[in-house]
């Protein structure tokens, strides 16, 4: 099974509107954290948001929240208000324990987000 | 400050050949990777270190070889370089669990 699944490969979304990319997970370790990132075209990879598994509130950063549901396993990207500059491509990934301690990322797929004006 | 380093940025090799691809971090971080990531795809994990001296596998890691003599270093070595080998190559460091990655540039690396 997928330790983190991006459903939808592509996405489009009207300028100034909001946009949810969807990401679950499964893990069975209790402390995990979930990342995104955003990839424009020029390919750096960009943080954008975290989530650990014991937070009790959503995290949020500027226009960026993250929707957690721990009981669904899922961390959906939230972007209000979205911007030409919000096309790119958008990995949700998780860090947990691995068998021998350490702690292992894991990336989805990806999202690709367009922003039409 | 630098960052994550990586270098080269492209490279072309002949099947067969091998090479190293550079990463290091002036951060003092002790956690680094390496992925890669083949064209619509996500990152995949090839090699890990916790600290100078300690690597593990990743998902991917047949093919490759790591070291971490010291902890800002952590170069990939390709041995015998094959056309599925042809990727973009990511480094990335972090100072522990709950912080974010901290990523290279990258490497294009196409295999002929």
């Known amino acids: 099974a997928q330790k983190i699944t991006q459903t939808q490969p592509g996405m489009f979304v009207q300028e100034k509107e909001a946009v949810t990319l969807d990401c679950t997970y499964d893990?069975?370790?209790?402390?995990?954290?979930l990342f995104w990132y955003k990839q424009p075209s020029s390919g750096e990879m960009i943080f954008l948001i975290y989530?650990?598994?014991?937070?009790?509130q959503n995290a949020t950063e500027g226009r960026y929240s993250l929707n957690f549901q721990k009981a669904r396993k899922s961390a959906n990207l939230v972007i209000s208000a979205s911007q030409l500059g919000d096309s790119a491509m958008y990995f949700c990934?998780?860090?947990?324990?691995?068998?021998?301690?350490?702690?292992?990322?894991?990336f989805g797929r990806g999202t690709s987000l367009i922003v039409h004006p | 400050n630098a960052g994550v380093t990586q270098t080269p940025k492209f490279r072309i090799l002949k099947i067969g050949q091998s090479m190293t691809l550079q990463c290091t971090q002036d951060?003092?971080?002790?956690?680094m990777y390496w992925y890669r990531q083949d064209p619509g795809m996500g990152l995949k994990l090839i090699y890990y270190?916790?600290?100078?001296?300690?690597?593990d596998k990743g998902e991917v890691p047949n093919g490759y070889n790591v070291s971490r003599s010291t902890t800002e270093d952590f170069p990939l070595r390709l041995e015998l370089a094959a056309p599925s080998q042809t990727s973009v190559y990511f480094c990335?460091?972090?100072?522990?669990?709950?912080?974010?990655?901290?990523f290279g540039d990258g490497t294009r690396l196409s295999i002929l």
């Open positions: 990335a460091s972090t100072t522990g669990n709950s912080q974010p990655q901290h």
């Open positions: 893990t069975s370790d209790p402390s995990y954290g």
């Open positions: 989530q650990g598994s014991y937070d009790q």
């Open positions: 990934a998780m860090r947990e324990r691995g068998s021998g301690g350490s702690y292992i990322p894991t």
């Open positions: 951060m003092n971080h002790n956690y």
């Open positions: 270190s916790v600290g100078a001296g300690i690597t």
